[in-house]
C-alpha cells in the first residue's frame, strides 16, 4: 500500500495520545514539558501532511513554523518558572507543589 | 497577496499596537537610564496607554481587514480593546500602592513592561481573525501572565503559582493547536473567512469538525476560565499577587471572550445576513448547545464552590468563574443581543470586580491577610471602604440598583428572547445561590465584632479617591446606563468581510 | 516495497518508539536523550513530505535549541547523583485510568482520521520551499513574524526576570 495521507495522520494521533498520557501520568514538571513538545509535534505532524496533500499548500507550513517558535518562547518561560520553584521549594513535583488548597 | 497600498492602510490602523510596542521600548530603556525612581515605567506605562487610547478613538467607526486578513478592526474590536485598555490603566495605578510588590522589589520596571507586552498581545488576540495569529496572540499575552503572575518570585504561593499557571497554560494551547491543525486539514485554510466560505460551499463531516471545535474552545475556555478548563483559576488567583488577579480576571478574560465571539461569528456563521436573528451555523453542529451546557458547568460549579470559601482572593477567583459563565450565556445565544448584553456586561463587570479586588488590596496592606474573618466589623473601622465593597458586592451579585443587576438584566434577556427558557432558569438560581456568599462578606462587615475595640483603618485619601472612583460609576450605571447601552449596540456588529 | 515507503516506516518507528520511551521511562536523562531520537523521527517524516525547510528548522531549534534547554532544566533541578533522577509516578489505579483514556483517545483520532474526508488537490512537490516560505512570511503573515519577534523580547524579558539570582 503506497505512503498516503492516513499514515502521516495515524503517526500523528499516536504521538498526540503519547504526549497527553505523559502530560496526565507525570509527576515532575520537566517530564510534563516534554510531553507537551510531543503534543506540539503530533501538530506538526498534521500541519505538514495536510499542506503536502492538500496542493502542497505553503500556509501549513507556516503554521508549523510558528508553532516551533512558540514552543521555543514557552519552553524557555516554563523552564525559568521551574528553576524559582526549584529554589523555592528544592523540588519540581507538580503535586507536592500544593500550599495553595482550599 | 498583500498588496502595498492595503499595507500602508494596515500600518496607519495599527497605531494603537505600534504606541504599545513603543512604550514597551521606552518603559524599558527609561527603567535602566533612572535608577533612582521606582515607579519610572509606571508612568510612561500609564503616558503610552493614554496615547493608544486617543489612536483607538480616532479609529471609530472603521472596519477594515488588515494585513491580508490576519487583523480586523472593526467597532467590537474597539470597543474590546476600550475595556482592556481601561482595567490596564486601572491595574497599573493599583500597583503604585501595592505594598505586597513593593516589598519584594526595589524596582518594578520589568512589572509595568510585562503589562504594556500582555495589554498588546490582548490587542492583537481582540481583532484576530487567522488562527495563526490567534495562536501567535494568546501567546504573548500568556507568556507575560505567567511571569506577573510569578512576579514576586521570592514568595512560594507566588512561584507556585506561576508554575501552574504555565502547565496547565501551555498544555491548553498545545490541544488548541492541534484541533486548528485538524481544522486546517479540513478546510485547507487558516483565515477564518476562508474558512467560513469553505464551509458555506463544502460539507464537511461533523465529527472532526466538533471535534476540532472541541480542542480549539480549550484554549479559548482556558483564558476565560470556563469549567472544564478552570482547574488553575483559583490557586493562580490566590497565590499571583492581587494586582495581577484583578488584571487576569478581567482583561484577560475580556479577551478571551472577543476572540471567542469573533471565533464563531466570522469562522462558523453562515453568511446570508440577518442581523437580530440568531446566527445561522454552518456544518451541522449546534454550538448553541455545546456553549450552553460549558455556561451551565461554569456558572453553577463557580458558586457552588465560592460558598465555602474563607480566602478573598479565592472566593472572588470562584465568583469570576461563575460570571464567566453567566458571560457564556449570553454567548450561547448567539446573535447580535447576545453579543451586545457581553459588551454590556463587561463594562460593569469590570467596574465592580476591579474595585473588590481594589479593597482587597487595600486590606492586604494593612492587615497582611486576606481571610474573610479580617473584615469582621470593617463597617466600623473604615465606613468609606466598607460602602464601597458593600456597592461591589451588591453589584456582583446582581442586585438593584446596581450597575451588576442592569448587566445581568441585559444577560437574561438576551437569554429569554431566543427562548432558552431553561437557560435563564439556570442563571437564576445560580444567582440567588451567589446572593449567599456576597451577603456572607457584607455580614461580616456590619454584624460581626460590633462592640469590638479593634483600632480604625486609615488609608491615604488618594486610595479612597480612587475606590470611590469605582463606586460611583458603579451606582451610577445601575441608574443611568443609556450610554453603556447605546455604545454596546452600536459596536455588536464583528465585521465579516462586505 | 520502495525506498520511501522503507523509509516512512523507519522514521515513524523511530518517533512512535522514543516518543513511548519518552513518556514510559523513571529516568529523566532517559527521557530527555528519547526524544532528541523522536524529534529526529519527525525531521525524517518532513522530508518525506518534501518539507525540507521544516526538516533543517526542526533540528536546529527543537534539537539544537529547546532539546538543550529541557537538559539544561533537568540538571540545574535534579540531583544526577543521588536517587533523584528516578521521577515519582502516580498510583496504579490513576496509570490505569490515564492509560485507558489515552487508548480510548488514540482509538477516536485514528477512527476520524482515517475515515473523514479532508481538503485534498493535487500537488506536485516543490523543489525547496525556501522561497515560498520566505514570501509568504514578508507579506501574508508579516503581522504574525513581527509579533512573533515581539513574543520572543517578552520572553526573553520574562525569562530572565524570573530566572535571575536572587538578591
Known amino acids: 500500500m503506497e505512503i498516503g495521507l492516513t499514515h502521516y495522520l495515524v503517526i500523528s494521533a499516536i504521538l498526540f495520545s503519547l504526549g497527553l498520557y505523559g502530560i496526565i501520568t507525570r509527576k515532575h514538571a520537566i517530564m510534563v514539558l516534554m510531553g507537551l513538545e510531543l503534543v506540539l509535534n503530533a501538530a506538526n505532524i498534521n500541519f505538514i501532511a495536510f499542506a503536502r496533500y492538500g496542493g502542497m499548500n505553503i500556509e501549513g507550513h507556516i503554521a508549523a513554523i510558528f508553532v516551533i517558535i512558540l514552543a521555543a518562547a514557552e519552553a524557555a518561560i516554563a523552564l525559568a518558572i521551574v528553576l524559582n520553584i526549584y529554589q523555592n521549594f528544592r523540588h519540581v513535583n507538580i503535586d507536592e507543589v500544593d500550599d495553595l488548597k482550599g | ?35 533612582k525612581s521606582k515607579n519610572i515605567a509606571g508612568y510612561i506605562a500609564i503616558a503610552g496607554l493614554v496615547i493608544a487610547g486617543i489612536f483607538l478613538f480616532q479609529q471609530t467607526g472603521v472596519n477594515y481587514k488588515a494585513f491580508a486578513n490576519l487583523l480586523v478592526i472593526d467597532s467590537f474590536g474597539q470597543f474590546m480593546k476600550f475595556i482592556v485598555l481601561m482595567s490596564s490603566l486601572i491595574i497599573i495605578v493599583f500597583s503604585f500602592f501595592s505594598n505586597e510588590l513593593h516589598n519584594a522589589h526595589t524596582k518594578l520596571g520589568e512589572y509595568y513592561t510585562l503589562i504594556i507586552g500582555m495589554t498588546f498581545g490582548m490587542f492583537l488576540l481582540v481583532g484576530s ?50 484541533g486548528i491543525s485538524i481544522l486546517f486539514g479540513l478546510t485547507g485554510s487558516l483565515n477564518l473567512f476562508e474558512i467560513n466560505q469553505f464551509l458555506s460551499v463544502n460539507n464537511v463531516a461533523t465529527l472532526p469538525l466538533l471535534l476540532s471545535g472541541l480542542m480549539i474552545l480549550s484554549g479559548f475556555g482556558y483564558k476565560i476560565s470556563a469549567v472544564p478548563f478552570h482547574f488553575w483559576t483559583p490557586d493562580v488567583y490566590e497565590g499571583a499577587p492581587v494586582t495581577i488577579t484583578a488584571y487576569l480576571s478581567v482583561a484577560s478574560k475580556a479577551a478571551g471572550f472577543a476572540v471567542l465571539l469573533r471565533f464563531f461569528k466570522t469562522g462558523l456563521l453562515d453568511s446570508v445576513p440577518g442581523t437580530s436573528e440568531a446566527w445561522q451555523l454552518l456544518g451541522n453542529i449546534d454550538w448553541h448547545y455545546v456553549i450552553a451546557v460549558l455556561a451551565v458547568l461554569t456558572m453553577t460549579l463557580g458558586n457552588l464552590v465560592a460558598v465555602w470559601q474563607t480566602n478573598m482572593k479565592r472566593l472572588l477567583a470562584y465568583s469570576s468563574i461563575a460570571h464567566a459563565g453567566y458571560l457564556l450565556m449570553a454567548v450561547s445565544v448567539m446573535n447580535d443581543n447576545g453579543v451586545s448584553a457581553v459588551l454590556i456586561y463587561f463594562v460593569f463587570y469590570m467596574l465592580m470586580n476591579l474595585g473588590a479586588f481594589f479593597v482587597v488590596q487595600l486590606i492586604a496592606n494593612k492587615l497582611d491577610s486576606e481571610n474573610i474573618d479580617e473584615y469582621n466589623g470593617l463597617g466600623y473601622r473604615s465606613p468609606v471602604l466598607a460602602v464601597c465593597m458593600t456597592v461591589f458586592l451588591i453589584s456582583l451579585a446582581g442586585l438593584p440598583p446596581t450597575s451588576g443587576f442592569i448587566g445581568k438584566l441585559y444577560v437574561f434577556s438576551s437569554v429569554i428572547n431566543s427562548g432558552y427558557i431553561w437557560l435563564a432558569i439556570i442563571g437564576v438560581l445560580n444567582s440567588v445561590v451567589s446572593l ?63 | ?74 540538571m540545574l533541578t535534579t540531583r544526577i547523583t543521588g536517587v533523584d533522577v528516578k521521577t515519582g509516578k502516580i498510583g496504579k489505579i490513576q496509570i490505569g485510568i490515564a492509560g485507558l483514556l489515552t487508548v480510548l483517545i488514540a482509538a477516536t483520532l485514528i477512527m476520524i482520521f482515517s475515515t473523514s474526508k479532508w481538503y485534498l488537490a493535487d500537488s506536485k512537490p516543490l523543489d525547496s520551499t525556501v522561497n515560498e516560505i520566505g514570501t509568504a512570511l514578508l507579506t501574508n503573515y508579516l503581522l504574525a513574524f513581527e509579533a512573533a519577534s515581539m513574543l520572543l523580547l517578552i520572553a526573553i524579558v520574562g525569562a530572565a526576570f524570573i530566572a535571575r539570582k536572587k538578591h
Open chain 2, 129 to 178: 481573525a487567522n488562527l495563526i495569529m490567534i495562536y501567535v496572540a494568546i501567546e504573548t499575552m500568556s507568556i507575560s501572565s505567567y511571569v506577573l503572575a510569578g512576579y514576586t518570585r521570592e514568595v512560594k504561593r507566588a512561584s507556585e503559582a506561576s508554575l501552574k499557571y504555565v502547565i496547565f497554560g501551555a498544555v491548553s494551547s498545545g490541544i488548541m493547536i492541534y
Open chain 3, 1 to 74: 516495497m520502495d525506498l520511501i515507503t522503507i523509509a516512512f516506516y523507519f522514521f515513524s518507528a523511530l518517533t512512535i518508539v522514543f516518543g513511548a520511551v519518552v513518556v514510559f521511562t523513571k529516568n529523566i536523562m532517559h527521557a530527555a536523550f528519547s526524544l532528541l531520537f523522536a524529534f529526529f523521527g519527525i525531521a525524517g517524516l518532513y522530508v518525506l513530505l518534501s518539507a525540507d525547510f521544516l526538516a533543517i528548522t526542526q533540528i536546529m531549534i527543537y534539537i539544537g535549541g529547546i532539546l538543550v534547554l529541557i537538559i539544561f532544566g533537568v
Open chain 2, 1 to 35: 497577496m498583500m498588496d502595498i497600498s492595503d499595507l500602508i492602510k494596515s500600518i496607519s490602523l495599527f497605531k494603537p499596537e505600534t504606541t504599545l510596542i513603543v512604550t514597551f521600548m521606552l518603559a524599558m530603556i527609561l527603567d535602566m537610564a533612572f535608577k
Open chain 2, 436 to 498: 449567599y456568599y456576597y451577603a456572607k462578606i457584607i455580614r461580616n462587615m456590619y454584624l460581626r465584632d460590633v462592640e469590638s475595640a479593634k483600632t480604625k483603618l486609615v488609608f491615604s485619601p488618594v486610595t479612597i479617591a480612587i475606590v470611590l472612583m469605582l463606586a460611583i460609576p458603579s451606582l451610577l450605571f445601575g441608574v443611568y446606563f443609556t450610554p453603556i447601552v447605546e455604545w454596546a449596540n452600536y459596536s455588536m456588529n464583528i465585521f465579516v468581510g462586505n
